[in-house]
């Protein structure tokens, strides 16, 4: 039995809009943590998925199944299409927004 357990993964980028306060925030927040803005994206929302019980009810509808992606994923290129998996449609609610942010890949 191998005493280091290794999990492989999968991240793609897309293109979300934030306000520039939000954005600013994200980036404070990252250096709070000592993190990437990457980093705290994902936990910010995947924390917010797991405590929204209304959410998780949602998840169980079949409707949650019908969704129209909205989320702006970037194409893979030839040199990363292997490490990018199939999208799955998401739902994501929009909102009014200023500036445009990064959520995946290295830090603009």
Same mark, same amino acid.
């Given at each position: 039995?191998?005493?280091? =357990? *290794?999990?492989? /993964?999968?991240?793609?980028?897309?293109?979300? %809009?934030?306000? !520039?306060? /939000?954005?600013?925030?994200?980036?404070?927040?990252?250096?709070?943590?000592?993190?990437?803005?990457? !980093?705290? *994206? @994902?936990?910010? $929302?995947?924390? *917010?998925?797991?405590? !929204? %019980? @209304?959410? &998780? =009810?949602? $998840?169980? /509808?079949? =409707?949650? &199944?019908?969704?129209?992606? /909205? $989320?702006?994923?970037?194409?893979?290129?030839?040199?990363?299409?292997? =490490? %990018?998996?199939? %999208?799955?449609?998401?739902?994501?609610?929009?909102?009014?927004? &200023?500036?445009?942010?990064?959520?995946?890949?290295?830090?603009?």
């Amino acid at each position: 039995m191998p005493l280091l =357990e *290794v999990v492989q /993964t999968k991240h793609l980028s897309a293109s979300i %809009r934030l306000t !520039d306060s /939000t954005a600013t925030q994200v980036d404070q927040y990252a250096a709070f943590i000592k993190a990437s803005a990457n !980093d705290v *994206v @994902e936990q910010a $929302l995947a924390y *917010v998925f797991s405590k !929204d %019980r @209304e959410f &998780q =009810e949602f $998840l169980r /509808t079949p =409707e949650a &199944q019908r969704i129209t992606p /909205t $989320l702006r994923v970037r194409r893979a290129t030839a040199n990363d299409a292997a =490490e %990018r998996p199939a %999208r799955k449609p998401v739902s994501s609610a929009s909102s009014p927004a &200023q500036a445009p942010a990064s959520v995946a890949g290295s830090k603009a």
